[in-house]
């Protein structure tokens, strides 16, 4: 019955956290996390090239993302700078409420 119900709950697009095979990552897998440090590779025959691969993946990854941040600057603000603090800190929001500050002194 849990297996059944746990099937329903992922096909109706419950969040993947509630599912223990289907885990959440932001720009970094844990195993590309392991490569990029340079911790468990004994299984990979050529490090050096596995780790440009991880490279070029997270290129996409922040291109997607930067796609994601537009949207979401469009249609939900809030969340937007909620990411923008959780990925580069307040700094780089004070530096915008700045300009904003700025850009409306100058409408005046």
Do not use: W
């Amino acid at each position: 019955m849990l297996e059944a119900l746990t099937k329903l709950d992922v096909a109706f697009n419950a969040s993947p956290t509630q599912h223990p095979t289907m885990q959440q990552r932001a720009l970094l897998t844990e195993r590309e996390r392991e490569v990029l440090e340079g911790t468990d590779t004994d299984d990979i025959k050529n490090v050096e090239a596995y780790q440009q691969k991880i490279r070029t993946r997270v290129r996409k990854r922040i291109t997607n993302l930067e796609k994601d941040l537009e949207t979401l600057d469009e249609n939900e603000r809030e969340l937007a700078d909620e990411a923008r603090r959780a990925a580069c800190g307040p700094e780089p929001m004070l530096l915008q409420l700045r300009n904003e500050i700025q850009e409306l002194r100058n409408e005046t």
